[in-house]
């Protein structure tokens, strides 16, 4: 079963920062699911990935992008969620730098997702998600994940 349901994102700001914010999805009318984050909590959210968690701001973003799915006001907000998430790791001369691929592997997706879900349903999104095999995700599959709901559902337990 795939949800498709209005969404509402309620922002608490203390001194010009997001300190919080509420996602509620809405059926006639009627809140069905309603969650709020602090910053000081996704401060403290394990992460089970290998990748560093995202930045406050960044998850801010990113989040927006998942829960409005094909309702973006703008396409290129999809490709900036996408390049927020592509930090694939290159060494160079005994060093490792971070550099985009045009790639989300696995545990950069689950670096953001596991603060929002459990790894079952991490690992379904990945899985659901990449089309070709790869085992990557690329930015047509981002896309088609996004603007199908999937990675909003997967958080919502919708699936």
């Known amino acids: 079963m ?3 349901h209005p969404i509402i994102l309620l922002a608490q700001i203390t001194d010009g920062q997001i300190t919080s914010v509420t996602v509620e999805l809405i059926e006639g009318g009627v809140t069905i699911h309603s969650r709020t984050i602090t910053q000081e909590e996704y401060q403290r959210a ?3 990935s290998s990748v560093q968690k995202l930045a406050w701001d960044d998850f801010l973003q990113v989040l927006q992008v998942f829960m409005l799915g094909n309702n973006q006001e703008q396409e290129s907000d999809i490709a900036r969620a996408f390049d927020i998430f592509d930090r694939g790791k ?5 060093r490792t730098t971070c550099l ?4 989300i592997s696995p545990d950069e997706l689950r670096a953001f997702l596991s603060t ?3 790894e079952y349903r991490v690992d379904l999104c990945v899985f659901l998600a990449d089309i070709d095999g790869s085992s990557l995700i690329n930015l047509p599959e981002f896309t088609r994940m996004v603007k199908s709901g999937l ?3 997967i958080i ?3 699936v």
């Open 2 to 4: 795939v949800c498709f």
């Open 46 to 48: 394990n992460v089970s």
């Open 90 to 94: 290159r060494g160079l001369y005994n």
């Open 100 to 103: 985009p691929d045009g790639l």
């Open 116 to 118: 929002l879900t459990d």
């Open 151 to 153: 990675a909003r559902d």
């Open 156 to 158: 919502y337990e919708c």
